[in-house]
């Protein structure tokens, strides 16, 4: 027999951010402990709102299922004495299993004689179990900061006020937290501000729905909320601006949406549209509207949690509130526009970035020098670099990115645009922050991209050359978010620099700050170019094939890429895992050496038609490759020399290496080693066989 199973925990309001962990913790929780007990159900479906955690069990079985189960014991020979009678250890076996010694039985094990008894287990009653399971995944929360209430000591994320706990229409006897189950539930404060009778687990989420002014489907109020916003932006021929996490957030603050529009003064639109874009979502949880081209509009979406019989007055309420928010916005940005950001500039002398690294006007100082001698190995206007180097951090003192600090580099591009400052210059001061993080778009302008790379690894090599390596979960420099970014930068820009060189020269930019720094150079070197290998793995790329690449020591993050894609394409051919393995075995051979191999072949020496076929085969190949190779073509070259593989199978088939003959098993390793440094030339495919 099956029944659906409903779990209800009302409480003060939830933190709206997380509550769809929550509401996922507590459903997997439940979920998890029905699987231990090995209890069969048909479906889970979680619900969560600002005031409750829910989870709906269908189709639960009522009880646990029955099983055979064999208990062994003490082998026979202990069990009994020579006359048959029973030891201490089988009493000890007898009255642990509750059955009398007269009831033992003896079966062989396999190995020998035993005690043995045999019992059926399970055919528990559900709902003897539900208050364990639930109070197991309550524990296991991910809860950052709990807190008590009353006089009790237990801790939740929020005070909890009521417990419902149904097994089809049967309540359930727990408690949890202090409080026991019943069949109540709570509606909306406003709109039904009393308890709610559920009599069976089927009809919770259309009652409270239908009658309590309660969606408690978190997917389904989140959707509701997003059409009723589309809705109110169509009605002035605007597009809403959804942001996925705000629509999160807002969800989890309403229990039963509704959608109204408000409207600003159009004068606001003067001041840079993302600190007001910023003001609406951070500070009031609006949904802001623009048009067809992308251009702010003078309305808000807002999500109300009643539904008001005189929803004028709500929109006037929300309008009166957003009005000082985006006035102050405009008061920071006129304010600060009567002040250069070359002023500004000399406010960054006393602000430490980091204390045996000097103050961000020092850093700038540092980005400018570095990113001049990036320019120049790139062709980047050395001028505009320069100054957008000096400016780049200015806006960090201004009002606006005191308020808003997320406008970091975009109140630096309208200043700079307002004081007359080439686009690419503004533009650059904006850009330097991409990407922010995994799968941000990168700066569209060469010297954006420039002063994006000498920031973050004049911050590289300063931390790391101050020995602040990250460990663990500690970044508190975002080094790995950095080094991820140097190399999307380099890779995704196709530039060809070394990035060897690059660390080399942020770290000498430092001076007498850093002590050691060819240690720190490849320290640091070593930590971002580690960065590739999750990068490979999250493009299902294996993680031999960027080993081989590796192994070759390479330092140049553009031709690494290159060389891993081109591994990659050929580890899909046929031929691929027995070149590998022939590249191993002469690894292998040629690592047992007490000397050097030279790959310089004497043809006269060639005896067996085998061998003779493959030193004619690698030297076609080495002249069919090489303006592949030139050309940093790697994947074609690699292509090529897969046609290796018969005469390279042939070879081993029919030819003696280590013959006796000293000059001939010499001619023949050179030839191996011909043949190797073939394929070295792209990355030691050798890496591909996986370790035993």
């Known amino acids: 027999m099956k029944k659906d199973f409903l779990v209800e925990l009302g409480t003060e309001e939830l933190p709206p951010k997380a509550l769809k962990t929550l509401s996922k913790a507590f459903t997997q929780g439940i979920e998890d402990g029905l699987k231990d007990l090995e209890l069969n159900f048909d479906s889970v479906k979680s619900y969560a709102a600002p005031r409750r955690l829910a989870v709906v069990v269908n189709g639960l079985d009522e009880q646990t299922a029955v099983k055979e189960v064999t208990v062994w014991g003490p082998p026979a020979k202990i069990a009994f004495d020579a006359d048959?009678?029973?030891?201490?250890?089988?009493?000890?076996?007898?009255?642990?299993?509750?059955?009398?010694?007269?009831?033992?039985?003896t079966e062989n094990d396999g190995k020998q004689d035993k005690?043995?008894?045999?019992?059926?287990?399970?055919?528990?009653?559900?709902?003897?179990?539900?208050?364990?399971?639930?109070?197991?995944?309550?524990?296991?929360?991910?809860?950052?900061?709990?807190?008590?209430?009353?006089?009790?000591?237990?801790?939740?994320?929020?005070?909890?006020?009521?417990?419902?706990?149904?097994?089809?229409?049967?309540l359930v006897e727990a408690e949890v937290y202090g409080v026991k189950a019943n069949r109540e539930t709570r509606g909306h404060r406003f709109h039904y501000d009393q308890t709610l009778i559920i009599e069976s687990a089927s009809e919770y989420a259309d009652k409270l729905n239908s009658i309590a002014y309660v969606n408690a489907d978190f997917e389904s109020r989140r959707e509701t909320i997003r059409q009723q916003v589309l809705a109110e932006a169509d009605k002035v021929n605007g597009q809403a601006m959804l942001d996925e996490e705000l629509l999160d957030e807002v969800t989890a603050l309403v229990e039963w949406p509704v959608a109204l529009m408000g409207k600003f003064e159009e004068s606001f639109l003067e001041v840079p549209s993302e600190a007001l874009v910023y003001s609406m979502k951070e500070h009031q949880k609006y949904f802001p509207v623009q048009n067809a081209a992308g251009e702010l509009m003078p309305y808000f979406i807002t999500i109300s949690n009643i539904e008001s019989k005189d929803p004028a007055q709500v929109i006037s309420g929300n309008e009166k509130v957003i009005r000082p928010r985006l006035a102050d916005a405009a008061f920071f940005y006129e304010t600060d526009k009567k002040i250069s950001l070359s002023d500004m500039r000399e406010r960054l002398k006393p602000i430490v970035f980091q204390a045996q690294l000097g103050s961000i006007y020092d850093k700038t100082e540092r980005v400018r020098n570095l990113a001049q001698m990036i320019a120049q190995q790139v062709d980047g206007d050395l001028a505009k670099v320069q100054r957008a180097a000096e400016l780049c951090k200015s806006d960090?003192?201004?009002?606006?990115?005191?308020?808003?600090?997320?406008?970091?580099?975009?109140?630096?591009?309208?200043?700079?645009?307002?004081?007359?400052?080439?686009?690419?210059?503004?533009?650059?001061?904006?850009?330097?922050?991409?990407?922010?993080?995994?799968?941000?778009?990168?700066?569209?302008?060469?010297?954006?991209?420039?002063?994006?790379?000498?920031?973050?690894?004049?911050t590289l090599s300063g931390i790391f050359g101050i020995g602040q390596k990250p460990t663990g979960s500690k970044d508190p420099f975002a080094l790995r978010r950095a080094?991820?970014?140097?190399?999307?930068?380099?890779?995704?820009?196709?530039?060809?620099?070394?990035?060897?060189?690059?660390?080399?020269?942020?770290?000498?930019?430092?001076?007498?700050?850093?002590?050691?720094?060819?240690?720190?150079?490849?320290?640091?070197?070593?930590?971002?170019?580690?960065?590739?290998?999750s990068w490979y793995e999250e493009e299902q790329i294996a993680v031999e094939v960027f080993m081989s690449?590796?192994?070759?020591?390479?330092?140049?993050?553009?031709?690494?890429?290159?060389?891993?894609?081109?591994?990659?394409?050929?580890?899909?051919?046929?031929?691929?895992?027995?070149?590998?393995?022939?590249?191993?075995?002469?690894?292998?051979?040629?690592?047992?050496?007490?000397?050097?191999?030279?790959?310089?072949?004497?043809?006269?020496?060639?005896?067996?038609?085998?061998?003779?076929?493959?030193?004619?085969?690698?030297?076609?190949?080495?002249?069919?490759?090489?303006?592949?190779?030139?050309?940093a073509n790697y994947t074609e070259a690699l292509s090529a020399l897969a046609d290796l593989r018969p005469v390279v199978d042939s070879f081993f088939d029919d030819v003696m290496v280590m013959a006796d003959d000293l000059e001939l098993r010499n001619n023949r390793l050179a030839l191996l080693n011909k043949l190797r440094q073939l394929f070295l030339q792209v990355a030691d495919i050798s890496h591909l066989v996986p370790a035993k």
């Open 84 to 105: 048959g009678n029973p030891s201490k250890a089988a009493e000890a076996f007898a009255n642990k299993n509750g059955i009398d010694v007269a009831e033992l039985k």
């Open 115 to 170: 005690l043995v008894y045999r019992k059926s287990a399970g055919g528990e009653l559900t709902t003897g179990k539900l208050e364990g399971i639930i109070q197991n995944s309550l524990a296991k929360l991910p809860i950052a900061k709990r807190m008590r209430w009353g006089a009790r000591r237990d801790e939740f994320v929020r005070p909890v006020q009521w417990l419902l706990i149904l097994f089809g229409n049967e």
């Open 396 to 458: 960090l003192v201004s009002d606006m990115v005191g308020e808003f600090d997320k406008m970091q580099g975009v109140a630096g591009y309208y200043y700079a645009k307002h004081a007359g400052e080439d686009e690419e210059i503004a533009l650059a001061l904006q850009e330097q922050y991409l990407p922010k993080f995994a799968g941000d778009k990168l700066p569209s302008s060469k010297t954006g991209t420039i002063i994006a790379l000498a920031d973050r690894l004049d």
């Open 483 to 533: 080094s991820v970014a140097v190399l999307r930068l380099l890779v995704e820009k196709e530039l060809p620099l070394d990035l060897a060189q690059l660390l080399k020269l942020a770290t000498i930019n430092h001076g007498d700050s850093i002590k050691d720094s060819d240690a720190s150079v490849a320290t640091a070197l070593e930590y971002m170019l580690e960065r590739f290998r």
């Open 549 to 631: 690449v590796s192994a070759k020591n390479l330092t140049v993050p553009l031709d690494i890429n290159r060389r891993v894609h081109a591994v990659h394409a050929f580890s899909q051919l046929s031929d691929a895992a027995a070149l590998a393995a022939a590249n191993k075995r002469v690894s292998n051979i040629l690592a047992k050496l007490d000397s050097a191999v030279s790959d310089k072949v004497n043809e006269a020496l060639l005896q067996e038609t085998a061998e003779k076929n493959l030193a004619q085969a690698v030297a076609e190949k080495a002249e069919q490759v090489a303006p592949l190779f030139a050309a």
